[in-house]
C-alpha cells in the first residue's frame, strides 16, 4: 500500500475535515463555552464513525463529555488505546493573534489556530490513519479504541473517575497518546516523562473600596504592595522556589541521566535567539534542557490589580490577584506542594492585608521505562518515516491524565508527539507545522502494523 | 438677603443643572472622550453666562480648553480668580458601581456620581453663588474672574502657558479654589499643604512571544517574575520607600507641626473601621494624618500581566506591566524623584528582561502661610455658616496647578473644601453630601460678601 499517496491525494479534504472541528470554540476553562465543548465532542463522534469506528458514543460526565468509539476485529492482537482531548486553551491575549484563533489558516506550511497543535491536529491525524488504513486494506493490524476527553486543559477532573467505571471497556495492552513534540524539526521524540501540576489562585484584599492616594497614600494598606511582596518572595535571586520544603521528593540528576540528555545536543543558542532573549534564565548548575525537563518550577501566570487604562489613575487598589500553577517531578506531592505554599504566603501577608489562597488542580509527574518493546517499536516508526530514529525524552509539560490512564489500565503509555517546541501552545498564534501532520500519520500507520 | 431661602428655593434647579453636567463624561485621561470633554467646557461656559459673567470664553489649548469669564464692575475691591475643573477621573472597576457613574443619583441626602464632588459639583457652587448675590443684589462686592480647566486629572499640562500668556487678563487679589475636603462632617477645614506628584509608567518584557509554562517553565525568564521583583523592592517592610535619596528634601516634622496636627483630633480608629481593615498601615513613627499630610509616599495604582480570566492557563507571559506614582513634600524635586526611581529600577532587572520606564506626570507640593488674612476671612466665613471656625490643614493629595497659580499671578490661594474624605474621589460610588453643598453655597457668598 503506498500510504504516502494515499494521503497526499486526501490532504485537502482531511485539512478541510480538522479546520471544522478548529473552527469550534471549545474553551474547557470558559463556562460560556459549554455548549462549544459539546459540540466538538459531537463532531468527533461523527468523524470517528465516518472512519469506520463502532459503538461510537459521546458520553457524559460531571463536565464535558468523553468520546468513546472502537474496531475489535483483530482477535489475537495487541488492543490499542489512543487517548486525545478536543478541548483547547484560552485565546488571550487575542490582540496578539496575527489571524483569528478559530479561523484555521495556513501560511508557510503551517496551520494557525488554537488548538491546531495542542490537540486537535494531533489528535485528529490518529482518526485519519485508521480510517486509511481500513479504507485501503478494510481491516486493522490491531483492536483498537478510542478515547478522547474535553478536559484535559482544565487537568482532567472527571475522566479519572470515567476510567475507573468502564476499565473493562477500555481495557488494552498499550495508550498511544500524540500531544507532546518532537526535539526541533526533524528529530523525533517520545515522551517518557511529564511533570505533574499544581496551580491556585490568591487574591489579597486591603480596604472595602478603592482609595484615592492623595488623601491616603501612605496611610492605608495598599492591595498590590502586599501581593507584589507576597509573590517576589517565592522565588530568591537565582530563579529557585524559595518555598521551604518544595524540592522535597525531586530526584538527584544523576551522572547517567545528564549523559542522556547531552545526547540530544540541544541548542540553547538558537533557542535564545529564537526568543528574542538576552539570555536564558533558571536555576543555577542546570541546562535548559534540564531544567524544563526534570526540574520542577513555579511559575507567575497571571498577575493584576488596580487600573489598567490609559494614562494615570491615583487609585490605591482595594484587592490585587495573582495566578499560579507548578509543574512538579520525582515524587513530589502536589496536594503537600499547594499547602506549603499557602503556609509560605500565609507567614508573610502584611498588616492590614487579608489573603485568600484557592487551590485548584493537582496532578502528579509520570515517568515510563523507555526499553519497554512497545516504546521501542515506536522509536523504530519514527525511524522508517524520518529517517532518525526517536530519541526517549522527558517533556517539561503536565498531562495530568497519562499517570492515571497507565495505572488504571495497567497498560504502558506511549507519547508519539508531533508538534515542535516553537508552536505557541497556549499562546497567541499557536500552529501545526503541516510536515509533521504528513509525516505524522505515515508514522501512526507504521507504528500500528509493526504492532 | 436671606441666602439661604434662596438655595433652598432653587435647590431642584441648581441640582438638575448639575446633573447635566455631570451626564457629560469627561474623562480627560481617556483620548475616545474627547467629545465630551469639549461638550463640558462649553456647558461650563453657558453656565457663567446665564449666571451674568460677561466675555465668556472657551479658549482652546493643545490638550482640552480652558474656559473664561468675568464680572468686574466693583471698583475698589478686590478680585477674586475662581479656579475649577469639569474634567474628571476614569470610572474604572465601572462593574463596583451602585449606579451609573455618569447617571446622577441622589441616596441619603448624598448625590453619586463621578464628578460629584471632584470637582463638579465644587466649581459649580462658585457659579450659583456668584448668580445668587447678582440677582439678590443687583451687583457683586467685589471684582470676580473664572478660570476653569479640563486637564485637572491630568495634571494640568497646558494650563502654565495659558497663565503665563493670559497674565493680564487672570490678574487677581486671591485665588479660590474649592477641590479639597472638610476634616469630617461638620468640621471645616481651609487647606494650607498640597502633596506634589510625579507618575511613572513601567514595563517589563521578555521573550518575543507569550510561551507555554511545560515547555519552558523554569527555564526561560517570566516578565511577571522580573516585574514583582522589582515592584517589592519599592519599600522596605514598614512601608518606607526604599530607593535611594527618596526622602531628599522632605522637611523634618517639628514639635509644633506636630502639635497642629493633634488639635485636630483625627479618629484614626473610626476610619480603620470605615475602611473594614484590620489596621492601618505606613510608615513608622508617624499618625496618619502626618503620613498622608506631610510625608511623602510612593504607590503602586496598577499592576497586570498574563493570563485574567476564569479558571487556568499554563502561560509565561511576555511582558507585564505597572503604574506608579508619588507624592511628594517639601522641597522634593518630582524629576529628581522620576530618575531616582528609574535608577532603582534600572539597577535590579533580572537577567533575561528589559525595562522600559516611561515617565509621565511631575508636580511640585504647594503651602501657604496660614496667618494670611485672606485665609483668616475664609475661615470666619465657614464659622459663620458651620458654626465652627475652619481649622487649617495640609491635604494629601495635589492639585498640581495651585503652585503655578499662586506663582505666575502673585496672589495668595485659599483652598475652601466642601468634600468629605469618604466620599469615594477617584474610586467606584464618587459621591458628593448634600449638606455641604447647601453650606458651600452661604460660605462662599459669606466669604466673597467679607472681602
Known amino acids: 500500500m503506498d500510504y504516502q499517496a494515499y494521503f497526499q491525494k486526501n490532504r485537502d479534504v482531511h485539512l478541510q475535515e480538522l479546520g471544522e472541528l478548529i473552527r469550534i470554540p471549545s474553551i474547557s476553562t470558559s ?11 459531537k463532531w468527533v463522534a461523527d468523524s470517528l464513525r465516518r472512519a469506520g469506528m463502532e459503538n461510537v458514543e459521546v458520553y457524559p460526565t460531571e463536565g464535558h463529555p468523553v468520546v468513546y468509539g472502537e474496531h475489535l476485529h483483530a482477535p489475537g ?16 491575549p487575542v490582540e496578539l493573534w496575527d489571524t483569528p484563533p478559530f ?83 526533524g528529530k523525533p521524540a517520545i515522551c517518557v516523562g511529564l511533570r505533574g501540576l499544581c496551580s491556585l489562585e490568591v487574591t489579597v484584599r486591603t480596604a472595602n473600596t478603592d482609595l484615592h492616594s492623595g488623601t491616603f497614600g501612605g496611610g492605608v494598606p495598599n492591595a ?28 538527584e540528576l544523576t551522572a547517567d541521566l545528564r549523559k542522556e540528555f547531552d545526547k540530544l545536543q540541544f541548542n540553547e543558542e538558537k533557542l535564545r535567539a529564537d526568543l528574542g532573549l538576552d539570555t536564558l534564565f533558571g ?61 509560605h504566603l500565609n507567614s508573610r501577608v502584611q498588616p492590614g492585608a487579608k489573603l485568600d489562597v ?32 526517536a530519541l526517549f525524552t522527558n517533556d517539561g509539560g503536565s498531562i495530568p491524565i497519562v499517570a492515571t490512564l497507565s495505572r488504571v489500565l ?20 499557536e500552529h501545526f507545522n503541516l510536515e509533521n501532520f504528513d509525516k505524522g500519520l505515515l508514522t501512526i500507520v507504521e507504528y500500528l502494523k509493526s504492532l
Open 224 to 251: 498590590l504592595h502586599a501581593l507584589v511582596a507576597l509573590l517576589s518572595s517565592l522565588h530568591d535571586d537565582q530563579g529557585r522556589v524559595a518555598v521551604e520544603g518544595f524540592y522535597k521528593g525531586v530526584p
Open 358 to 389: 484557592r487551590q485548584t488542580e493537582r496532578a502528579r509527574a509520570f515517568t515510563i521505562d523507555p526499553s519497554n518493546p512497545l516504546l521501542q517499536k515506536a522509536a523504530d516508526a519514527y525511524g522508517r518515516v524520518y529517517g532518525t530514529r
Open 103 to 185: 479561523e484555521p489558516t495556513i501560511r508557510d506550511g503551517k496551520l494557525y489556530a488554537r488548538g491546531a497543535t495542542d490537540d486537535k491536529g494531533q489528535m485528529f491525524m490518529h482518526v485519519k490513519a485508521v480510517e486509511a488504513i481500513l479504507s485501503q486494506e478494510k481491516e486493522l493490524p490491531v483492536n483498537i479504541k478510542f478515547c478522547i476527553e474535553g478536559e484535559e486543559e482544565i487537568t482532567s477532573p472527571n475522566l479519572p473517575s470515567f476510567l475507573e467505571a468502564n476499565q473493562d471497556k477500555l481495557a488494552a495492552d498499550v495508550v498511544l497518546i500524540s500531544d507532546t513534540q518532537l526535539l526541533e524539526p
Open 77 to 92: 492482537k495487541p488492543t490499542v488505546l489512543v487517548y486525545g482531548h478536543y478541548d483547547v486553551q484560552p485565546v488571550d
Open 283 to 343: 536555576e543555577e548548575g542546570y541546562s535548559f534542557i534540564e531544567r524544563t525537563g526534570v526540574r520542577p518550577t513555579l511559575e507567575l501566570n497571571g498577575v493584576y490589580g488596580g487600573f489598567q487604562g490609559e494614562g494615570t489613575k491615583t487609585v490605591i487598589p482595594k484587592e490585587a490577584h495573582a495566578k499560579i500553577t507548578c509543574r512538579l517531578v520525582g515524587d513530589q506531592d502536589p496536594q503537600d506542594i499547594l499547602d506549603k505554599i499557602e503556609a
Open 31 to 41: 463556562s460560556e463555552h459549554k455548549g462549544d465543548v459539546l459540540n466538538a465532542a
Open 410 to 429: 495497567s497498560a504502558p503509555v506511549v507519547m508519539m508527539g508531533f508538534g515542535l517546541p516553537d508552536e505557541n501552545l497556549h499562546a497567541p498564534n
